[in-house]
């Protein structure tokens, strides 16, 4: 054979070769692909799946019914499907392994997907899947009819109708119906967004994006250059209500120490602009002037955090809260939080703090902080100042100034506060002169001094309380009042006081947390109202707690006139009587013992539920029963009396019984499922049932208390009454005014008096 004839016969063989190469390769590519493309998912735990495959030669494969779902064990819950999908390759760096891109072009269309962070110790994404996606990015990528929706916990972002756009060569475009935004903190939707995108060095950037009026994107850049390294980038550049903001952020997660950076600057954002988009139902005004944040660290690990802050704020008014400016800046370094400054200038009102605290290195040193901080306030007008932090202003007033340092370190405390006031108002009641100073010691906190003037009152405290494992608290409490009903308001609301004053004098002394009080107060033309109170009240008492607590308290008030005594009632109720009683309690508050009487003599009565006018009685304490001895009462046209018992071994469960002298009647026995209001009728002649006795049950500290009003049926052979227990039984709610729900009874009227017989006349 001559070497022509081999020559050509090689010939024939390598077209052969290639002639078969070129039919066998789209099956090879699209089973090749397929077999790639479901092994690299199980890698990082995901199911593709995809109903056909076209890769004819030299063309865009193209997928069709692709489908990506993550198994159970990973952290993030993927459902992803596309209509159709094609890439064109770059076999030359495919299979020479050049430089360039493997992916010349991506198309996606009919894109739905759900991203939902279900799992946060599930499996993630391997080092070689980011290595693989970076590979993987597209020299241009268009996606249509997208519609997204990822989820964080509480936080939800859904994307509709979206189409994407990108080459390296040209500008590309991008649209969405919707985007919305819902967080705890904020829920914002926006609508028919355009925009310009550009894709140079695998970095993102969306420009040109009007998102809501006063809030334009001028570009948002994702960067994606070093995503085989686990670690992206984000910047945005705002126009927003007037100003500018600039950020930017990078995460990466590879390493375990090091996950965020954060920094960004803002100026002149208008905040009446800022609520009126984000839909603040209290208007804002004022202007942030000037902003510098930076963060770098994970959150995770607040001892390897570094931080900043600065911020000013300058002609803020929320509601009636205004201020003239507002400085904040603070740092965070090595575990050391530094407060460089919070000014706050409200007019001839300001405030200053600033100061420097440490992370502790466990959670037990968390009780023993070391910090360092000085304050300096000079208010002139107090009710400015207090309604800033939401007081109403009404309720403060007057001038103070504040000065002091404190510290602690290695489990010492130490520093001072003073602070001096005149004019003062708190809570509506007036102060004429303040003065305070406050030590703080090594295992002490130490007031010094405590010194309120008012008119001809005066309130002096001093005492100590221990900072150490025990809590202890001890110190005296003098008062000198001239006149108690001015101090009524605080406790019944306004009204109208007695003119004549009411003087008191009250000393406290405490020990270890025992209280040991005295005091009396004087009462015009009557007797003083003395008394005596021992209890202990350590620190951090529950109510619950101290119910349990023992108790020895005593009153003493021989003879009250009540017409000139000050109201504790609002309306007032007592226009006179005499009011006397003696009364011991020991025991506790949840078990008490009371032993002594209390007695109403020529009561004159106004503004209650029964429309009394008159009244007199007594009730004797005898342990743990007290008996109602007697109760007289009249209305414009009845005389009513009554006698009964009350049993208060359990204040939690309180008896008591009433049974009246005279008839009594149910004048509306309908059904009532909550009694607001008693009415007290007069009757002559009725046929409704007769009420024998009426039962009070309820805990003395709480409001479920119920009526049990009781019929007589019967006498028994020893002549007592036989009474049925299940007539009637509602709940109470008096005062409440709860639709006015009436409990009507009546009595028969007052007889009317006989007058006397003229005389006949004499013929």
């Known amino acids: 054979m001559s070497w022509r004839t081999r020559l050509l016969l090689g010939a024939l063989f390598v077209l052969l070769a290639v002639l078969i190469a070129i039919w066998f390769t789209p099956f090879a590519v699209s089973n090749g692909i397929r077999l790639w493309v479901w092994w690299k998912g199980r890698q990082e735990g995901l199911i593709v799946k995809i109903d056909k495959i076209d890769a004819p030669l030299l063309r865009p494969v193209t997928f069709r019914g692709l489908k990506v779902t993550s198994t159970s064990g990973n952290a993030f819950r993927i459902e992803l499907t596309a209509t159709q999908a094609s890439a064109a390759l770059n076999l030359k760096s495919i299979l020479l392994r050049t430089d360039g891109r493997a992916i010349r072009s991506v198309s996606i269309q009919q894109l739905h997907g759900q991203v939902r962070h279900s799992n946060?110790?599930?499996?993630?994404?391997?080092?070689r899947g980011w290595m693989t996606m970076q590979t993987l990015l597209p020299q241009n990528l268009t996606i249509s009819s997208a519609e997204v929706r990822v989820e964080d916990g509480p936080t939800v972002m859904l994307l509709r109708n979206a189409f994407l756009s990108a080459s390296e060569i040209e500008a590309g475009r991008f649209y969405a119906d919707e985007v919305m935004i819902a967080s705890p903190w904020f829920r914002q939707?926006?609508?028919?967004?355009?925009?310009?995108?550009?894709?140079?060095?695998?970095?993102?950037?969306?420009?040109?994006?009007?998102?809501?009026?006063?809030?334009?994107?001028?570009?948002?850049?994702?960067?994606?250059?070093?995503?085989?390294?686990?670690?992206?980038?984000?910047?945005?550049?705002?126009?927003?209500?007037?100003?500018?903001?600039?950020?930017?952020?990078?995460?990466?997660?590879?390493?375990?120490?090091?996950?965020?950076?954060?920094?960004?600057?803002?100026?002149?954002?208008?905040?009446?602009?800022?609520?009126?988009?984000?839909?603040?139902?209290?208007?804002?005004?004022?202007?942030?002037?000037?902003?510098?944040?930076?963060f770098h660290g994970n959150p995770g690990e607040p001892a390897r955090v570094t931080a900043s802050l600065w911020t000013e704020l300058t002609g803020l008014t929320w509601r009636d809260r205004t201020a003239e400016a507002i400085m904040l800046g603070a740092a965070l370094y090595n575990r050391q939080i530094q407060l460089q400054q919070l000014y706050i200038k409200q007019k001839t009102n300001q405030f200053t703090l600033s100061g420097e605290a440490s992370f502790p290195s466990n959670s037990s040193d968390w009780l023993s902080p070391d910090f360092r901080g000085d304050i300096s306030a000079s208010i002139n007008h107090l009710g400015d100042f207090a309604s800033l932090f939401g007081a109403n202003p009404g309720d403060f007033g007057g001038k103070i100034a504040i000065e002091g340092a404190m510290n602690a370190r290695d489990r010492k405390i130490g520093g001072h506060i003073t602070a001096s006031g005149t004019s003062l108002r708190f809570f509506k009641t007036s102060i004429d002169a303040l003065k305070a100073k406050l030590n703080l010691k090594a295992t002490d906190l130490e007031l010094e001094q405590l010194e309120l003037n008012?008119?001809?009152?005066?309130?002096?405290?001093?005492?100590?309380i221990d900072l150490s494992h025990e809590h202890s608290y001890s110190g005296t409490f003098n008062a000198t009042i001239g006149n108690v009903a001015e101090y009524l308001t605080i406790f019944r609301g306004p009204g109208e006081n007695n003119i004549k004053p009411a003087p008191a004098d009250i000393q406290v002394k405490i020990d270890s947390g025992n209280w040991d009080a005295r005091g009396a107060i004087g009462l015009p033309d009557s007797s003083s109202i003395n008394f005596t109170a021992r209890f202990p009240l350590p620190l951090g008492t529950s109510w619950n707690a101290f119910l349990t607590f023992p108790l020895n308290v005593t009153f003493d008030f021989p003879s009250i006139f009540l017409a000139n005594a000050p109201q504790f009632f609002h309306p007032e109720i007592f226009r006179d009587g005499i009011l006397s009683g003696k009364l011991s309690l020991s025991g506790t508050l949840h078990h008490p013992r009371i032993g002594g009487d209390v007695q109403l003599v020529n009561g004159k009565l106004q503004n209650t539920s029964l429309n009394l006018t008159e009244a007199s009685g007594r009730v004797t304490f005898d342990g743990?029963?007290?008996?109602?001895?007697?109760?007289?009462?009249?209305?414009?046209?009845?005389?009513?009396?009554?006698?009964?018992?009350?049993?208060?071994?359990?204040?939690?469960?309180?008896?008591?019984?009433?049974?009246?002298?005279?008839?009594?009647?149910?004048?509306?026995?309908?059904?009532?499922?909550?009694?607001?209001?008693?009415?007290?009728?007069?009757?002559?002649?009725?046929?409704?049932?007769?009420?024998?006795?009426?039962e009070l049950?309820?805990?003395?500290?709480?409001?479920?208390?119920?009526?049990?009003?009781?019929?007589?049926?019967?006498?028994?052979?020893?002549?007592?009454?036989?009474?049925?227990?299940?007539?009637?039984?509602?709940?109470l709610c008096l005062g409440t005014g709860v639709d006015e729900k009436s409990l009507v009874l009546g009595a028969h009227p007052r007889p009317e008096p006989v007058k006397p017989r003229k005389p006949a006349k004499r013929r």
Do not use: Y
């Not at 008012?454 to 100590?464: E, F, I, N, P």
């Open 120 to 127: 946060p110790a599930g499996r993630t994404i391997t080092q």
């Open 454 to 464: 008012r008119k001809s009152d005066l309130l002096r405290a001093q005492g100590k």
């Open 624 to 694: 743990i029963r007290a008996s109602l001895d007697f109760f007289n009462a009249a209305t414009k046209d009845l005389d009513l009396s009554f006698r009964g018992d009350v049993d208060f071994h359990d204040t939690n469960d309180l008896t008591a019984r009433i049974a009246a002298s005279v008839p009594i009647f149910d004048l509306r026995p309908r059904t009532i499922d909550c009694v607001s209001k008693i009415e007290v009728e007069s009757v002559a002649e009725t046929l409704a049932p007769v009420v024998a006795e009426l």
């Open 697 to 731: 049950r309820g805990g003395l500290f709480r409001s479920d208390w119920t009526m049990n009003l009781k019929e007589p049926m019967g006498i028994q052979s020893n002549g007592a009454l036989i009474l049925d227990e299940t007539a009637r039984k509602f709940s």
């Open 189 to 294: 939707t926006f609508s028919q967004l355009r925009g310009a995108t550009s894709w140079q060095g695998n970095r993102l950037t969306v420009a040109a994006l009007t998102l809501t009026r006063g809030f334009d994107l001028q570009s948002i850049t994702a960067d994606l250059s070093r995503i085989e390294k686990q670690r992206i980038g984000l910047e945005f550049d705002v126009d927003a209500f007037g100003g500018k903001l600039r950020a930017s952020t990078s995460h990466e997660w590879r390493s375990p120490h090091f996950n965020w950076k954060l920094a960004g600057s803002a100026t002149d954002i208008s905040l009446a602009q800022t609520s009126e988009a984000l839909g603040f139902t209290d208007r804002v005004d004022g202007l942030l002037h000037a902003c510098n944040f930076s």
